[in-house]
């Protein structure tokens, strides 16, 4: 029957990545793979690797992170902001991969049924209020702390006239379409961004909060009944409990953080059956 899997955080730009993903196999025929954002910066490395998952598995599932979103400043005819988005979501869509702009998809196998929900919900720089009333504080002690994200300079909100008000509409969109789901259905809510504030009260710099989520989303874990959540993004891979539900912090990170972590091999997490890690 198969086990719902998830890895994130893939960074495939890194040579030691692009061997960890090659090695990437399902256990079984049946098995589904979420692929939690920040798979690369490029489009063409991240159509590489969700292809080369997509023959793998029986469905892979992906969700942007902000790396995906960067544009390069070489690149200033490249698309941006949403329009950049939407290329991925194109490239997804020949893979057979599905995205946030797909019907969410019902998980049939082992430990199921659950209706798996990829989100796409950005930050709003709402978790910066733990160091400062305002945005414009909290930017400029993550400033003065030398703890900026790339996002400040990369990430291009068009038509959106900044990142706020693009999460502010992938909000309400998602929220309008998890309050129709099927009742009773439990749900995995995968998002690269945690959707509960507490997973980045353990970040070494916690001026780097205000670009991790939104607390729009602080009750959906127990609003929308999710028997897991699944986000990345923090490079903190670990299990957590927020009101009695399951939060899964997939990502792989860079050669540099998961080389180091010799308590744990890198891999993939079973979300559904719940089970301890699967090795690669
Ligand atoms: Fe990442
Ligand atoms: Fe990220």
Partial sequence: MGTLLATGDLHVEHADNRRFVEALAPGSEDDWLIVCGDVADSPERVEWALGLLAARFARVIWVPGNHELLCPREEPAAPRGEARYLQLVEI??????????????????????????????????????????????????????????????????????????????RVQEAEARLEERPAEMPTVLVNHWPLHEGPTQILRHPEFAQWCGTTLTADWHQRFGAAAVVYGHLHIPVTSWYDGVRFEEVSLGYPREWSARGWRRPGLRAILPEAGQVAA
């Fill in 92 to 169: 997804c869509r020949r893979l057979g991969v599905l995205t946030p702009e797909d019907p969410y998809p019902v998980w049939e196998g082992d430990g199921g049924p659950a209706l798996v929900a990829p989100l796409f919900l950005l930050y709003d720089y709402s978790f910066g209020r733990r160091i400062a009333p305002t945005k414009k504080e909290a930017l400029r002690l993550a400033h003065a702390a030398g703890v900026v994200c790339v996002d400040e300079f990369l990430l291009r909100p068009d038509p959106h006239s900044n990142r706020e008000e693009w999460c502010a509409a």
